[in-house]
């Protein structure tokens, strides 16, 4: 089938044009001419039939058959020879085959009508899968065309490839950002559906990182770049999908292998049908023939072999729009097997960065307490710095301007604060001046016994109080965990953290299987314990030190927007956005792509022996064998089209509309 080429390769994205001739006319390529050749086809054969009827010479009604077998045979010889040409058989070469053999004894209406069915059902083919891969291809429109950029005391209009890094791109409300970036100033919502899936707008303000494609709403936003338009995360998502449609499933390499076997058993048996009845006096040569040649189009694959690839490329286009990347059909068809999945901690279960979490004031309230550190710590570029500024911001507390600001890296930091000195820094360090007062040890403590990094606040040499930072939980994860267990899988945490800060994460995400103190080939061991134990087994991970564990594991799936680019490349799946519940639902995707291809593959192998033994039992027309033939590929590529692309994009459709403004 001409489709089914189609299927397996692609033309490079970029060639060399020196010696190579300039783009055929659109009219001569195989997408603009084969449908139009389908109705001509249909004409032909319409005409050749009246004109018989009428009574016409006959040699005007061979000139109809003649038609519809150029229209209808074009594509199917074309794909033949390039098949022979490789040493290859193939199914269009059965269909071909049995359209001349058809003629050859004079039924030249059932060889057109083959011929007509099998070009219809290729160009419905085409258009089923066209559909799954203009899915991805329409990412492209998302990129504007030109952007407005800050260039010193001048706003400037650039081409988006004219952006460079770190300037201020300006986005006014209803425009695409052009790059990925972080929120300098403004408010907004921002749709982040085509890259993240989320259906509803997401609020950016200062510090929030957006997507290049994304569609800003009613506010207005200064990003810094922080990618050329070339690496974008919206870039990185068309390219590994164009890849991942290349990329084929063991299921597929295997029919890919048995279709040109079973063609060349198929011819065979044919050849055999055509010569042995009528040796043994059984049947005359004529009948045994045109039998022959309905065997030849009933045994014919097609469905077989394009059901596979069929249903992969529209849950890869699927997966995609809904924020997940697979690199190829082999890990969508993999991940439908796992039986346990290890989540590195730091960026993947928690969020990476250190959050203020508890304030224990002494003389003076909470708010008071943490106004006091966020106005020292805006001065500084410490991680633990952002998050008390963060979290002052986050609850309103005004955050004062400071005086004589200094700071020994390593120990804290100082300034004065509404003409008070306030001193911030390490327990150790602060108590060198003025030991911890009691009824601030035991919350120091419980908080570093969880794990939770704890410093103090001096006010005029006397304790303010303390504060505790950490690492903490993604919001999603402890559902994320509930959900892969109640899947039936076996859940892990492999970190490097210690074993304190290991277990109390663990605990608050449901996670029982522990793994810490890990350096990156500890990782690989533990990992290598699992897949022992359990089998198939996934890792997800963000980091450098996570892409050894994530290279071994029988399917690696890593964090798009915090991952690193070496755990992004060593990855077979990518989240984007770091949205772990993508998680269980590419695990539900993949196992229902598989039950799909199995589905298409029995009900393939059903179709086929029941018109084979109509063939033999009760004489079952030409016509009759292409319809049921031809029929049975178009359903099974329907299926995964509308079972893995179309009905989970309307689902996605109707939870948007389901949720609140």
Not at 278 to 301: E, H, I, K, N, Q
Not at 395 to 423: H, I, K, Y
Not at 477 to 502: C, F, S
Not at 527 to 546: I, K, P, Y
Request: some cysteine; proline content about 5%; charged content about 20%.
């Amino acid at each position: 089938m001409a489709t089914m080429n189609a299927v397996k390769t692609s033309a490079p994205l970029t060639t060399d044009t020196t010696h190579t001739p300039g783009p055929r006319p659109v009219w001569l390529t195989a997408a603009w001419l084969e449908p139009r050749l389908v109705p001509v086809t249909l004409l032909a054969i319409l005409a050749s039939l009246a004109g018989e009827h009428a009574g016409l010479p006959r040699e005007l009604t061979l000139l109809f058959d003649l038609i519809a077998y150029v229209a209808g045979g074009l594509f199917g010889v074309k794909s033949a020879l390039a098949s022979l040409a490789q040493r290859k058989l193939d199914v269009d070469l059965l269909m071909v085959l049995a359209a001349v053999g058809a003629a050859s004894i004079g039924e030249w209406h059932e060889g057109a009508i083959l011929l007509f069915l099998f070009s219809l059902s290729n160009v419905l083919q085409d258009y089923a899968i066209g559909r799954s891969r203009s899915a991805i291809q329409s990412l492209f429109k998302l990129y504007p065309e030109q952007a407005q950029v800050r260039r010193g005391d001048q706003v400037l209009t650039v081409k988006i490839s004219e952006i460079r890094l770190h300037e201020v791109v300006l986005i006014e409300p209803g425009a695409r950002i052009p790059v990925d970036g972080t929120v300098l100033a403004g408010r907004s919502a921002v749709d982040q559906a085509p890259i993240t899936g989320e259906s509803m707008p997401v609020d950016k303000q200062p510090g929030d990182i957006v997507f290049a494609g994304t569609l800003n709403k009613q506010g207005i936003l200064d990003i810094e770049a922080t990618r050329l338009a070339t690496e974008t995360t919206l870039a990185r998502i068309i390219k590994m999908v164009e890849e991942a449609q290349e990329r084929k499933a063991p299921t597929e390499r295997f029919l890919e292998a048995f279709e040109e076997r079973y063609a060349l058993f198929i011819l065979g048996v044919v050849a055999l049908f055509m010569v042995v009845p009528p040796a043994l006096g059984l049947a005359d040569f004529a009948t045994s023939f045109y039998r022959a040649m309905v065997l030849m189009t009933v045994a014919s694959p097609c469905a077989l072999v394009i059901s596979v690839p069929a249903a992969f490329i529209s849950a890869i286009a699927s997966a995609a729009r809904g924020g997940v990347l697979f690199k190829g059909g082999a890990y969508l068809e993999q991940l439908a097997g796992v039986k346990a999945i290890a989540f590195d901690k730091t960026g993947t279960l928690t969020g990476g960065e250190p959050r203020l979490t508890d304030l224990h004031p002494a003389g003076m309230t909470p708010a008071a307490l943490l106004a006091a550190a966020a106005a020292v710590e805006n001065r500084s570029e410490h991680p633990i710095a952002r998050a008390i500024v963060q979290a002052a911001r986050a609850r309103q507390v005004p955050v004062a301007d400071v005086t004589d600001f200094e700071s020994e890296p390593g120990r804290g930091v100082q300034a004065r604060v509404n003409n008070q000195t306030v001193l911030i820094g390490s327990i150790a360090y602060l108590e060198r001046a003025t030991p911890l007062p009691a009824d601030l040890s035991a919350p120091r403590a419980a908080l570093e016994a969880a794990g939770k990094t704890v410093i103090g606040v001096l006010v005029e040499g006397a304790w303010a109080g303390i504060i505790a930072v950490a690492d903490t939980l993604r919001p999603e994860t402890p559902q994320v965990v509930a959900g892969l267990r109640a899947m039936g899988l076996e859940v892990a945490m492999l970190t490097g953290d210690n074993v304190q800060v290991a277990r109390s994460i663990a605990a608050q995400a449901g996670i029982t299987r522990v793994y810490a103190g890990l350096m990156p080939e500890d990782k690989v061991t533990a990992l290598q314990a699992l897949q022992r134990e359990f089998g198939s087994v996934a890792m997800v991970g963000d980091g450098v030190n996570d892409a050894p564990a994530l290279a071994l594991a029988d399917i690696g799936i890593a964090m798009g927007a915090a991952g690193t680019d070496v755990a992004l490349e060593t990855a077979d799946v990518v989240l984007m956005a770091d949205k772990l519940e993508r998680i269980p639902a590419a695990i539900r995707l993949s196992q229902q792509a598989r039950r799909v291809v199995w589905q298409n593959i029995t009900f393939s192998l059903l179709v086929i022996v029941l018109l084979v033994a109509g063939t033999f039992l009760v004489a079952l027309p030409l016509p009759l064998g292409v319809l049921g033939h031809e029929g049975s590929t178009v359903i099974v590529v329907l299926n995964g089209l509308i079972t893995l692309l179309i009905l989970p994009e309307l689902q996605r459709r109707r939870a948007g509309r389901a949720l609140p403004a």
